[in-house]
């Protein structure tokens, strides 16, 4: 069963402060993802790897194409729905970056809890991902890139979204850090969910990844 | 189901305008041929309830004035402002001040706007409930206290004259004044600005609880980009009068179209 169906999606943008130049992120991309899959995305910086998770997410509007959310619902064109439709469209759809937008005052767990659980799932949640028990009432701010993004993967994973798009989630983390949160995904991926993930190092943890495809100036190339 | 509030056409206009600025691509805002001045124009948003929408634009872009009509401190030129239904953009006299106490509550960004400073904390807010009829002194006496607590105010400040407060505490009170009435939307009109950012950070935090506790729709007028993109799911841009740019705030924020849009973002402190 396919989850989402990606047809010639094109992004550009267009900066109007360096005179209207215009820059083609994306040139035509297709991709299907199965329910269930893991899909990484690799490529050089700027080749557009990011660029499709977004337009997926519809952090960025798409030019051009269709992006067929099929899964944990009715289909939805995360291209062409409108803004009330998107926003219910992610409930089942998620977007984990490597950044955290740091809300003053709110501790992680707490922060991870508004998201969709309670306290102390959030709490286990936190301590599967490796953040130190001590850190959990700790207002993020103050922590560490790899602190954050472990942060940011737990409110990815709070809540069970028939896709989730991961990007370079686990960058600024230490291996023995990487490897809980890889483990923690692949538990997500084993009770269903359909990833399609951006890694500059493909993960080697058994039974995650299924295909890895690559890209290079916004189009995918053969591997 | 209807959304709480749809706004269509709104249009301010200080003057008394011809055809060539009423014009729909009219771009001034003020009018080389008759000399009008316009607030905003043409601005049309919808809010659903348990909603933020943003409003974000630079000085003089029509955002406090679209806020202002919202609470009908002003009647709009044209246009039409329906709350759960009904056009309140006319609304005068009784009917408006009921639409104020009981329906609309508002943090202005100068607390003397919003609040009589001669006054406590208590009496502000509780001029609310006198406003929609209340008459039992315990009753509101007992509202007013358990709003007071609900903002993080000390109880003991509660008769304290507003004059001696700090500016944070003042925008707690002016919070406390608007939501007494239990109201079905917040404005808030640059709630932060001008506050500490430890100040801020404690207001935000507020913001968002009341927001997760009431289910309140809010909009949320703003310079700082991080404020609207930690509070807003939706945002207007606005630019000389009109909205020029709307969406999904993260979208907006993180694929801006239009050229205004763009140089606001890429003027933001990061």
Redesign the interface.
């Known amino acids: 069963m396919t989850a989402l169906a990606i047809h010639n999606l094109r992004k550009s ?5 360096n005179g209207g130049e215009r820059r083609d992120v994306l040139r035509g991309i297709d991709l299907e993802l199965e329910a269930g899959s893991c899909t990484v995305l690799r490529g050089p910086s700027g080749s557009g790897k990011s660029s499709v998770l ?1 337009c997926t997410y ?4 798409a030019d051009a194409g269709r992006i067929l959310l099929c899964a944990g619902g009715e289909d939805v064109d995360m291209a062409t729905a409108n ?2 439709e ?2 219910r469209a992610r409930s089942r759809i998620g977007l984990a970056t490597q950044f955290l ?1 740091v ?4 501790g992680a767990a707490d922060l991870v809890a ?1 998201h969709g659980m309670s306290r102390e799932q959030a709490g286990e949640t936190l301590s599967a991902l490796g953040l130190p028990a001590a850190l959990h009432d700790a207002a993020p701010a103050n922590f560490s890139g790899g602190e954050r993004q472990i942060v940011n993967l737990a409110i990815a994973l709070a809540v069970p979204r028939a896709v989730l798009l991961l990007d370079e989630v686990t960058a600024s983390l230490d291996p023995v850090r990487r490897g809980q949160a890889l483990q923690a995904i692949a538990a997500r991926k084993a009770a269903g969910g359909t990833l399609l993930a951006v890694f500059h190092d493909v993960p080697r943890t058994p039974g995650l990844v299924d295909c890895v495809l690559e890209m290079r100036e916004g189009r995918l190339v053969p591997g | 189901m209807t959304a709480l509030l749809e706004v269509s056409g709104l249009t301010v206009c200080y003057g008394p305008g011809c055809s060539a600025c009423s014009s729909p691509i009219a771009e001034q805002i003020a009018c080389a041929d008759c000399g009008s001045v316009y607030g905003c124009r043409d601005v049309c948003l919808e809010l ?1 309830r348990g909603e933020i929408l943003g409003i974000v634009g630079e000085s003089g872009s029509g955002k406090s004035t679209v806020l202002s009509c919202l609470n009908l401190d002003r009647a709009p030129t044209a246009g039409r402002i329906l709350l759960d239904g009904d056009d309140v953009a006319g609304a005068q006299g009784a009917r408006r001040r009921r639409l104020r106490a009981a329906d609309l509550g508002i943090v202005y960004q100068t607390p003397q706007q919003g609040l009589d400073l001669a006054l406590s904390a208590g009496g502000n807010a509780a001029g609310r409930l006198l406003a929609l009829d209340w008459r039992r002194y315990d009753e509101v006496r007992g509202r007013a206290l358990a709003h007071h607590e609900s903002v993080e105010l000390a109880p003991s400040r509660i008769d304290d004259p507003t004059l001696t407060f700090s500016g944070g505490m003042r925008q707690r009170v002016q919070l406390a004044k608007a939501l007494i009435s239990t109201p079905k939307l917040l404005l808030l009109d640059e709630p932060t600005s001008g506050l500490d950012v430890s100040v ?3 207001i ?2 507020l913001i ?1 609880r009341i927001r ?1 506790e009431a289910e309140l729709a809010m909009v949320i007028v703003s310079h700082d980009l991080a404020v609207i ?2 509070l807003a ?2 945002v207007l841009v606005m630019q000389a009068g009109r909205v020029i740019e709307s ?2 705030t ?2 907006v924020l ?2 801006p ?3 205004y849009t ?2 606001l973002v ?1 003027s933001q402190l990061t």
């Open positions: 943008f267009v900066r109007h402060l977004r519809r952090t960025y509007r803004d009330r998107v926003l937008d809300v003053p005052r709110v508004e | 659903d801020q950070a404690r935000l935090d968002r997760r993109r930690m799911e939706r969406g999904l993260d979208q993180g694929d179209q239009h050229p763009q140089l890429s």
